[in-house]
């Protein structure tokens, strides 16, 4: 029986950047919230500790205690999004038979997204979006017909203008 959270340094190593694993804000991110799904689990009538106890109904309970705390939806969504990336990871590492936070019973308490998807929402019209582009342009082909040949300098010039 493996312990859940004598393999989470493991996971975080896998996701981190830098020679060993040590640093980026995956990492960091997901330590935090793993964190509090081991207190979550530590909380629960049947206190949960290892891979072979975890079901599909403790991460709906866990779901939906992220639904309560308050948070957006895609807060809510991030969060339980670093659990279910690692029990993907307890799959691929053998310790789960399959991604217990990915069955439909799991993620039902899940806020939807209002059937957006990010990067959706868009400030600008089509009409404004062409007209900065145009500019945009615009100004870089002035930039390039006034440096001529010098093409560090019109390079330059153009990301300066596009900037």
Known sequence: MVRIDAVIEDFLT???????????NYRQ????????????????EDVVTTFEKLDSGHLREYAR?????GW???????????????????V???HLPEN?????NATEPIPDNGGHQSGDQQ?????????LTTFVDEQASTAIDDVGENREAVIKACRDRAL
């Open 100 to 104: 217990v936070a990915q069955r439909r």
């Open 123 to 131: 400030a600008w019209s089509a009409e404004d979006r062409q007209q």
């Open 72 to 90: 957006t939806a895609g807060t809510v969504r991030t969060y339980y999004a670093y659990i279910s990336a690692f029990c993907g990871w307890g």
């Open 29 to 44: 991110d997901a330590d935090r919230e793993l964190g509090r799904f081991i207190d979550f689990l530590a909380d629960h």
């Open 14 to 24: 896998d996701k981190g950047k830098g020679q060993r694993g040590e640093s980026g």
């Open 65 to 69: 205690h992220l639904a309560r705390q």
């Open 92 to 94: 691929r590492e053998g």
